[in-house]
Protein backbone atom coordinates (compact mmCIF):
# COMPACT_ATOMS: atom_id res chain seq x y z
CA UNK A 1 0.00 0.00 0.00
CA UNK A 2 2.62 2.43 0.94
CA UNK A 3 1.44 5.73 0.11
CA UNK A 4 -1.55 7.10 -1.07
CA UNK A 5 -2.75 10.53 -2.53
CA UNK A 6 -6.20 9.96 -1.46
CA UNK A 7 -8.22 8.85 0.35
CA UNK A 8 -10.20 5.44 0.06
CA UNK A 9 -13.45 3.97 1.36
CA UNK A 10 -13.41 2.06 4.15
CA UNK A 11 -12.66 -1.72 4.09
CA UNK A 12 -14.91 -3.93 5.78
CA UNK A 13 -18.45 -3.53 6.90
CA UNK A 14 -18.95 -2.07 10.60
CA UNK A 15 -22.80 -3.84 10.52
CA UNK A 16 -21.75 -6.72 12.27
CA UNK A 17 -19.83 -5.84 15.27
CA UNK A 18 -18.20 -7.65 17.04
CA UNK A 19 -17.08 -10.48 15.08
CA UNK A 20 -17.32 -12.57 18.13
CA UNK A 21 -17.99 -16.52 18.42
CA UNK A 22 -21.47 -16.74 19.12
CA UNK A 23 -22.41 -17.90 22.53
CA UNK A 24 -23.81 -20.65 21.79
CA UNK A 25 -24.89 -23.53 18.73
CA UNK A 26 -28.48 -22.24 19.15
CA UNK A 27 -29.38 -19.07 17.21
CA UNK A 28 -31.92 -16.31 19.14
CA UNK A 29 -34.48 -14.85 17.65
CA UNK A 30 -34.96 -11.49 19.29
CA UNK A 31 -37.32 -10.39 16.82
CA UNK A 32 -40.85 -11.66 15.81
CA UNK A 33 -43.41 -10.50 13.27
CA UNK A 34 -47.20 -10.20 13.96
CA UNK A 35 -48.70 -11.84 10.61
CA UNK A 36 -52.69 -11.00 11.70
CA UNK A 37 -53.33 -14.76 11.39
CA UNK A 38 -57.27 -16.17 11.35
CA UNK A 39 -56.34 -19.16 13.43
CA UNK A 40 -54.18 -18.92 15.92
CA UNK A 41 -50.56 -21.11 15.30
CA UNK A 42 -47.22 -20.49 16.05
CA UNK A 43 -44.75 -17.90 14.19
CA UNK A 44 -42.06 -20.00 13.99
CA UNK A 45 -40.31 -24.00 13.53
CA UNK A 46 -36.96 -25.34 14.25
CA UNK A 47 -34.98 -28.28 11.79
CA UNK A 48 -31.47 -28.91 11.21
CA UNK A 49 -29.61 -28.57 7.94
CA UNK A 50 -28.99 -31.82 5.66
CA UNK A 51 -27.15 -30.62 2.49
CA UNK A 52 -27.26 -28.62 -0.60
CA UNK A 53 -29.14 -29.35 -3.56
CA UNK A 54 -30.40 -28.13 -6.77
CA UNK A 55 -34.45 -27.67 -7.92
CA UNK A 56 -35.57 -28.13 -11.04
CA UNK A 57 -38.78 -25.86 -10.83
CA UNK A 58 -41.02 -23.97 -13.15
CA UNK A 59 -40.32 -20.29 -13.52
CA UNK A 60 -43.81 -18.08 -11.37
CA UNK A 61 -42.27 -15.03 -11.23
CA UNK A 62 -44.11 -12.28 -13.41
CA UNK A 63 -42.81 -9.98 -15.96
CA UNK A 64 -39.39 -11.72 -16.22
CA UNK A 65 -37.72 -13.06 -18.59
CA UNK A 66 -37.78 -16.52 -18.03
CA UNK A 67 -41.48 -17.07 -16.98
CA UNK A 68 -42.84 -19.94 -17.24
CA UNK A 69 -39.62 -21.81 -18.34
CA UNK A 70 -37.64 -24.30 -16.32
CA UNK A 71 -35.56 -22.82 -13.56
CA UNK A 72 -32.26 -24.49 -11.85
CA UNK A 73 -32.06 -22.99 -8.06
CA UNK A 74 -29.69 -23.75 -5.57
CA UNK A 75 -31.28 -24.88 -2.60
CA UNK A 76 -31.01 -26.51 1.01
CA UNK A 77 -32.56 -29.61 2.67
CA UNK A 78 -33.65 -28.70 5.99
CA UNK A 79 -34.85 -32.26 8.23
CA UNK A 80 -37.63 -30.60 10.26
CA UNK A 81 -39.02 -33.36 13.03
CA UNK A 82 -41.71 -32.12 15.03
CA UNK A 83 -41.87 -29.85 17.99
CA UNK A 84 -43.58 -30.35 21.09
CA UNK A 85 -45.20 -27.91 23.28
CA UNK A 86 -44.29 -28.29 26.99
CA UNK A 87 -45.56 -25.09 27.75
CA UNK A 88 -47.18 -21.44 28.02
CA UNK A 89 -45.81 -18.75 28.98
CA UNK A 90 -47.22 -14.76 29.56
CA UNK A 91 -45.68 -11.78 29.64
CA UNK A 92 -47.11 -7.80 30.34
CA UNK A 93 -46.16 -4.60 29.22
CA UNK A 94 -44.23 -2.42 31.72
CA UNK A 95 -42.32 1.12 31.62
CA UNK A 96 -39.22 -0.97 31.62
CA UNK A 97 -40.18 -3.79 28.90
CA UNK A 98 -41.66 -7.49 28.57
CA UNK A 99 -42.24 -8.70 32.09
CA UNK A 100 -42.70 -12.31 32.50
CA UNK A 101 -46.01 -12.92 34.87
CA UNK A 102 -47.05 -16.10 34.14
CA UNK A 103 -46.07 -19.95 33.25
CA UNK A 104 -47.68 -23.08 32.77
CA UNK A 105 -46.64 -26.66 31.52
CA UNK A 106 -48.26 -29.84 30.61
CA UNK A 107 -48.35 -32.64 33.23
CA UNK A 108 -47.01 -35.72 31.10
CA UNK A 109 -43.27 -33.74 30.33
CA UNK A 110 -40.56 -35.94 30.50
CA UNK A 111 -37.96 -35.85 33.42
CA UNK A 112 -35.31 -36.02 31.27
CA UNK A 113 -36.73 -32.63 29.63
CA UNK A 114 -36.80 -30.77 32.65
CA UNK A 115 -33.37 -31.92 34.33
CA UNK A 116 -31.13 -31.94 30.42
CA UNK A 117 -32.73 -28.75 29.50
CA UNK A 118 -30.97 -25.34 30.03
CA UNK A 119 -34.39 -23.41 30.27
CA UNK A 120 -35.44 -21.76 33.37
CA UNK A 121 -38.79 -23.21 34.79
CA UNK A 122 -41.37 -21.67 37.00
CA UNK A 123 -44.40 -22.85 38.93
CA UNK A 124 -47.76 -22.11 37.62
CA UNK A 125 -51.27 -22.93 37.48
CA UNK A 126 -53.43 -22.81 34.60
CA UNK A 127 -56.44 -21.87 37.00
CA UNK A 128 -54.80 -18.69 37.26
CA UNK A 129 -55.09 -17.25 33.74
CA UNK A 130 -58.50 -16.31 34.10
CA UNK A 131 -57.60 -13.72 37.08
CA UNK A 132 -54.04 -12.28 35.31
CA UNK A 133 -56.13 -11.75 31.67
CA UNK A 134 -56.32 -8.51 31.74
CA UNK A 135 -52.62 -8.13 32.19
CA UNK A 136 -51.48 -10.10 29.51
CA UNK A 137 -50.11 -8.82 26.32
CA UNK A 138 -47.80 -11.33 25.11
CA UNK A 139 -48.49 -15.33 25.10
CA UNK A 140 -45.78 -17.71 23.46
CA UNK A 141 -45.42 -21.35 23.70
CA UNK A 142 -42.54 -23.37 25.12
CA UNK A 143 -41.31 -25.75 22.85
CA UNK A 144 -38.83 -28.57 22.43
CA UNK A 145 -37.04 -30.30 20.16
CA UNK A 146 -35.00 -33.35 20.49
CA UNK A 147 -31.76 -34.05 17.76
CA UNK A 148 -32.28 -37.76 18.34
CA UNK A 149 -35.76 -37.80 16.49
CA UNK A 150 -33.62 -36.71 13.29
CA UNK A 151 -31.26 -39.18 13.82
CA UNK A 152 -28.94 -37.47 15.62
CA UNK A 153 -26.70 -38.50 18.15
CA UNK A 154 -27.46 -35.23 20.65
CA UNK A 155 -29.56 -36.55 23.17
CA UNK A 156 -30.44 -33.32 25.07
CA UNK A 157 -33.16 -31.40 23.72
CA UNK A 158 -33.44 -27.58 22.89
CA UNK A 159 -36.19 -25.48 24.59
CA UNK A 160 -36.83 -22.28 23.43
CA UNK A 161 -39.99 -19.64 23.08
CA UNK A 162 -41.98 -19.62 20.08
CA UNK A 163 -44.86 -16.43 19.81
CA UNK A 164 -48.41 -17.34 18.82
CA UNK A 165 -50.02 -15.35 16.24
CA UNK A 166 -54.28 -15.16 16.13
CA UNK A 167 -56.86 -12.86 16.40
CA UNK A 168 -56.49 -12.03 20.76
CA UNK A 169 -55.27 -13.11 23.63
CA UNK A 170 -57.67 -15.76 24.63
CA UNK A 171 -57.23 -17.38 21.26
CA UNK A 172 -54.06 -17.82 21.73
CA UNK A 173 -54.05 -19.19 25.34
CA UNK A 174 -56.81 -21.70 24.28
CA UNK A 175 -54.50 -23.01 21.00
CA UNK A 176 -51.56 -23.64 23.42
CA UNK A 177 -53.52 -24.72 26.05
CA UNK A 178 -55.47 -27.69 23.59
CA UNK A 179 -51.73 -28.34 22.56
CA UNK A 180 -49.85 -29.35 25.76
CA UNK A 181 -47.66 -31.87 25.24
CA UNK A 182 -48.86 -32.42 21.56
CA UNK A 183 -46.34 -32.93 18.65
CA UNK A 184 -46.79 -29.45 16.16
CA UNK A 185 -45.79 -30.51 12.68
CA UNK A 186 -43.95 -28.40 9.51
CA UNK A 187 -47.22 -28.23 7.77
CA UNK A 188 -49.21 -27.11 10.70
CA UNK A 189 -47.31 -23.65 10.71
CA UNK A 190 -45.91 -22.97 6.88
CA UNK A 191 -46.65 -23.90 3.61
CA UNK A 192 -45.27 -24.69 0.17
CA UNK A 193 -44.46 -21.32 -1.72
CA UNK A 194 -44.54 -19.31 1.65
CA UNK A 195 -41.33 -17.00 2.14
CA UNK A 196 -39.63 -17.46 5.83
CA UNK A 197 -36.56 -15.77 7.68
CA UNK A 198 -33.97 -17.88 8.82
CA UNK A 199 -31.63 -17.64 11.88
CA UNK A 200 -28.57 -19.97 12.50
CA UNK A 201 -24.87 -20.08 13.67
CA UNK A 202 -22.82 -19.67 10.65
CA UNK A 203 -19.70 -21.97 9.82
CA UNK A 204 -16.52 -21.33 11.74
CA UNK A 205 -13.19 -20.46 9.84
CA UNK A 206 -11.13 -20.07 12.97
CA UNK A 207 -8.73 -16.76 13.05
CA UNK A 208 -8.36 -15.09 10.17
CA UNK A 209 -5.60 -12.13 9.17
CA UNK A 210 -7.32 -8.63 8.03
CA UNK A 211 -6.82 -9.53 4.32
CA UNK A 212 -9.23 -11.91 4.28
CA UNK A 213 -11.50 -11.17 7.02
CA UNK A 214 -11.82 -7.37 5.95
CA UNK A 215 -10.92 -7.85 2.28
CA UNK A 216 -8.14 -5.05 2.64
CA UNK A 217 -5.76 -4.93 -0.01
CA UNK A 218 -2.07 -6.38 0.47
CA UNK A 219 0.60 -3.95 0.14
CA UNK A 220 3.12 -3.55 -2.38
CA UNK A 221 6.22 -5.86 -3.15
CA UNK A 222 9.24 -4.91 -0.99
CA UNK A 223 7.09 -1.53 0.59
CA UNK A 224 7.44 -3.06 4.04
CA UNK A 225 8.60 -6.11 5.65
CA UNK A 226 4.76 -7.21 5.99
CA UNK A 227 2.73 -7.88 2.87
CA UNK A 228 -0.90 -8.51 4.15
CA UNK A 229 -0.51 -6.63 7.49
CA UNK A 230 -2.13 -2.83 7.21
CA UNK A 231 -0.06 0.05 6.78
CA UNK A 232 -1.22 2.16 9.70
CA UNK A 233 -3.20 1.50 12.52
CA UNK A 234 -3.97 4.89 13.29
CA UNK A 235 -2.73 8.76 13.48
CA UNK A 236 0.00 9.05 16.20
CA UNK A 237 -1.72 11.02 18.16
CA UNK A 238 -3.82 9.61 20.22
CA UNK A 239 -2.15 6.86 21.27
CA UNK A 240 -4.48 4.13 20.66
CA UNK A 241 -6.02 2.07 18.26
CA UNK A 242 -9.89 2.43 17.85
CA UNK A 243 -12.10 -0.92 17.16
CA UNK A 244 -13.04 0.51 13.41
CA UNK A 245 -9.69 -0.87 12.72
CA UNK A 246 -9.20 -3.63 10.67
CA UNK A 247 -7.75 -5.82 12.58
CA UNK A 248 -7.28 -10.32 12.78
CA UNK A 249 -9.64 -11.75 14.96
CA UNK A 250 -12.75 -14.87 14.46
CA UNK A 251 -13.97 -15.13 11.54
CA UNK A 252 -17.41 -17.27 10.93
CA UNK A 253 -19.56 -19.10 13.88
CA UNK A 254 -21.39 -15.52 13.87
CA UNK A 255 -25.14 -16.07 14.13
CA UNK A 256 -26.56 -14.69 10.83
CA UNK A 257 -30.21 -14.59 9.83
CA UNK A 258 -30.72 -14.45 6.21
CA UNK A 259 -34.82 -12.89 4.83
CA UNK A 260 -37.43 -14.09 2.35
CA UNK A 261 -36.31 -17.66 1.78
CA UNK A 262 -39.20 -19.54 -0.23
CA UNK A 263 -40.10 -23.17 0.72
CA UNK A 264 -40.04 -24.88 -2.97
CA UNK A 265 -41.22 -27.95 -1.15
CA UNK A 266 -42.87 -29.83 2.26
CA UNK A 267 -42.55 -33.59 2.03
CA UNK A 268 -42.12 -36.78 4.03
CA UNK A 269 -39.40 -38.94 3.88
CA UNK A 270 -41.26 -42.12 4.22
CA UNK A 271 -44.20 -40.95 2.36
CA UNK A 272 -42.84 -39.28 -0.44
CA UNK A 273 -43.37 -40.81 -3.83
CA UNK A 274 -42.28 -37.97 -6.22
CA UNK A 275 -39.31 -37.45 -4.82
CA UNK A 276 -36.99 -40.20 -3.34
CA UNK A 277 -34.66 -37.71 -1.36
CA UNK A 278 -32.50 -40.33 0.76
CA UNK A 279 -29.38 -41.06 -1.78
CA UNK A 280 -27.55 -45.10 -1.41
CA UNK A 281 -25.92 -44.65 1.91
CA UNK A 282 -27.38 -41.66 3.15
CA UNK A 283 -26.26 -37.93 3.11
CA UNK A 284 -22.69 -36.90 3.85
CA UNK A 285 -22.28 -35.71 7.23
CA UNK A 286 -25.77 -36.12 7.99
CA UNK A 287 -27.20 -39.63 7.40
CA UNK A 288 -30.70 -40.86 6.50
CA UNK A 289 -34.09 -38.66 6.93
CA UNK A 290 -37.00 -39.95 8.62
CA UNK A 291 -39.10 -37.63 9.16
CA UNK A 292 -40.65 -34.45 7.34
CA UNK A 293 -38.47 -31.91 5.76
CA UNK A 294 -38.09 -28.79 3.58
CA UNK A 295 -36.56 -27.51 0.67
CA UNK A 296 -35.60 -23.22 0.79
CA UNK A 297 -34.19 -21.70 -2.56
CA UNK A 298 -30.79 -20.00 -1.96
CA UNK A 299 -28.55 -21.02 0.83
CA UNK A 300 -29.01 -21.38 4.50
CA UNK A 301 -25.91 -20.37 7.46
CA UNK A 302 -24.42 -23.13 9.49
CA UNK A 303 -22.73 -26.41 8.57
CA UNK A 304 -25.03 -30.28 8.26
CA UNK A 305 -27.06 -31.06 11.65
CA UNK A 306 -26.81 -27.44 13.00
CA UNK A 307 -29.81 -26.15 14.57
CA UNK A 308 -31.94 -23.64 11.95
CA UNK A 309 -34.69 -21.72 13.71
CA UNK A 310 -37.82 -20.35 10.85
CA UNK A 311 -39.84 -17.99 11.42
CA UNK A 312 -42.66 -15.94 9.74
CA UNK A 313 -41.05 -13.08 7.42
CA UNK A 314 -40.82 -9.48 9.51
CA UNK A 315 -40.25 -8.28 6.07
CA UNK A 316 -43.09 -9.41 3.34
CA UNK A 317 -42.20 -8.82 -0.23
CA UNK A 318 -45.48 -10.26 -0.97
CA UNK A 319 -48.75 -11.49 0.22
CA UNK A 320 -49.82 -13.95 -2.02
CA UNK A 321 -48.46 -17.49 -1.75
CA UNK A 322 -48.19 -19.35 -4.75
CA UNK A 323 -47.02 -22.75 -4.63
CA UNK A 324 -44.37 -23.69 -6.32
CA UNK A 325 -43.90 -26.42 -9.67
CA UNK A 326 -40.84 -28.66 -8.91
CA UNK A 327 -40.08 -30.94 -11.58
CA UNK A 328 -37.19 -32.85 -9.98
CA UNK A 329 -34.68 -32.30 -7.11
CA UNK A 330 -31.21 -33.24 -7.84
CA UNK A 331 -29.01 -34.38 -4.95
CA UNK A 332 -25.62 -34.16 -4.86
Known amino acids: MGHRKYSAPRRGSMAFYPRVRAKSLESRVRTWPDPKLEKSSLLGFAGFKVTNLNVLSVDDREKTPNYGKNLMSSSTLIVTPALKIIGLRAYAETSNGRNAIFDAFA ?19 LEDINAQM ?109 YTVPRQGQRGFHQRTEYNKRILLISNSEKDNDFKINPGGGFEHFGTIKNDYII ?37
Open 107 to 125: KDNDKFLLKKSSFKYKEGK
Open 134 to 242: AKIKHVVAIVSSYPSSASLSQKKPYVWEVPIGGKDIKSKIDYVVSNFGKQVNITDVFEKGQFIDISAITRGKGVEGPITRFGVKRKQHKSRKSVRALGTLGPISPAVVT
Open 296 to 332: VKGSVPGVPKRLVKMRFPIRPISKKIAEPKVLEVFVK
